[in-house]
């Protein structure tokens, strides 16, 4: 059975909704180009299979595009969870305070993705579904990276909100594993801004296979 679904439209979907009880003709316009995209790509979407291997692979990726609302300077946090290279789980969505420095947003984002994949691994393991572990986690923040490996704060980090050192917790349960990657390969980049139309198609492209629904 094969599912079709458009994770590459979260973010201009996300950018959209915050204008629905007062939209311009500029806004409208974007609508218009979203639906002739949708239009002319419809035959794009998620292809979910039943043939996987023994140890499912799960692997996310982790991103946030530090304070990229311009109306209150807030951060977006965006993520994507692969379950046998399927995109299963993504999110694209302004995070809740104000953060102080990219690393911060990066970890908010990071924290978001961790708690997420901790309900998939317990969705996984109540349906007797065997996965490889540690779960691979890609974020192109080294400042994010060392702060949930270490303990120890800084200046700069100590005012960050216990809550989120739960990433901590999991990396010593080896539930995780948190690695950087570089931003041209960070497929999560896709749910915190607006990409050119090369990086776009290439992220969009990794995400989503050609496919017909069936019936």
Request: aromatic share 8%; glycine share 6%.
């Amino acid at each position: 059975m094969v599912k079709l679904s458009r994770p590459d439209l979260s973010n201009p979907v996300r950018e959209l909704s915050k204008v629905m009880d007062g939209a311009s003709p500029a806004h409208v316009k974007e609508l218009k180009r979203m639906i002739e995209f949708l239009h002319w790509e419809r035959s794009k979407g998620l292809r979910i299979k039943s043939d996987h291997e023994e140890k499912w692979k799960v692997l996310a990726y982790s991103d946030s595009d530090f304070a990229g609302d311009k109306d209150d300077r807030k951060s977006v946090t965006g993520y994507v969870i692969l379950l046998c290279n399927v995109p299963v789980s993504w999110k694209s969505k302004g995070q809740p305070n104000v953060t102080l420095s990219s690393t911060e947003a990066e970890y908010v984002a990071l924290c978001e993705t961790v708690r997420e994949i901790k309900f998939i691994s317990q969705l996984l393991n109540t349906l007797n579904i065997q996965y490889e572990r540690p779960i691979k986690v890609q974020v192109d923040n080294i400042g994010a990276v060392f702060l949930s490996k270490n303990k120890t704060s800084g200046e700069r980090t100590k005012h960050i909100d216990v809550k989120y050192h739960f990433i901590r917790e999991q990396i010593n349960d080896g539930l995780i594993q948190v690695d950087f990657v570089r931003s041209e390969e960070n497929l999560a980049d896709i749910f915190t801004k607006n990409l050119s139309g090369e990086k776009y198609i290439y992220h969009a492209s990794k995400l989503l296979t050609e496919g017909k629904t069936d019936g």
